[in-house]
């Protein structure tokens, strides 16, 4: 029943599908350009990293569970964000001296009695 719902005008993909599009998605996966929120937020949450490294008998029911649960809260109005992807400073801090980094290390040494 949910699957038939999900395929309707919410726009979310059938499970098998989104375990496709989750596990075919580049890195880095929040710039992907997902079918919907639901299948970035349930390859975040059955990690990224097991997907990826666990043949699709094992991975695909971890995802498939995460995926249900996320549609479901979907079908009842939750509102999914977009994945974010961190961005970089705009201003990186200026580069240490010689003299500044060999202080540094000394610190870091004394600390972790080096």
Same mark, same amino acid.
């Given at each position: 029943? /949910?699957?038939?719902?999900?395929? *309707?005008?919410? *726009?979310?993909?059938?499970?098998?599908? &989104?375990? #496709? $599009?989750?596990?075919?998605?580049?890195?880095?996966?929040? &710039? %992907?350009? @997902?079918?919907?929120?639901?299948?970035?937020?349930?390859? #975040?949450? &059955?990690? @990224? %990293? %097991?997907?990826?490294?666990?043949? $699709?008998?094992?991975?695909?029911?971890? %995802?498939?569970?995460?995926? #249900?649960?996320?549609?479901?809260?979907?079908?009842?109005?939750?509102?999914?964000?977009?994945?974010?992807?961190?961005?970089?400073?705009?201003?990186? *801090?200026?580069?240490?001296?010689?003299?500044?980094?060999?202080?540094?290390? &000394?610190? /870091?040494?004394?600390?972790? $009695?080096?």
């Amino acid at each position: 029943m /949910l699957q038939l719902c999900a395929a *309707g005008d919410n *726009g979310l993909p059938e499970a098998r599908a &989104a375990y #496709r $599009e989750a596990c075919n998605a580049p890195s880095p996966k929040a &710039a %992907f350009n @997902w079918s919907h929120p639901a299948v970035y937020h349930a390859g #975040r949450e &059955a990690n @990224w %990293f %097991f997907l990826a490294n666990n043949p $699709e008998h094992v991975a695909y029911p971890v %995802f498939a569970e995460h995926y #249900r649960k996320i549609c479901a809260r979907v079908l009842e109005g939750d509102a999914l964000p977009a994945p974010e992807q961190p961005l970089l400073e705009e201003k990186p *801090g200026e580069p240490l001296s010689k003299a500044e980094n060999a202080e540094r290390m &000394a610190q /870091l040494r004394a600390e972790l $009695e080096l």
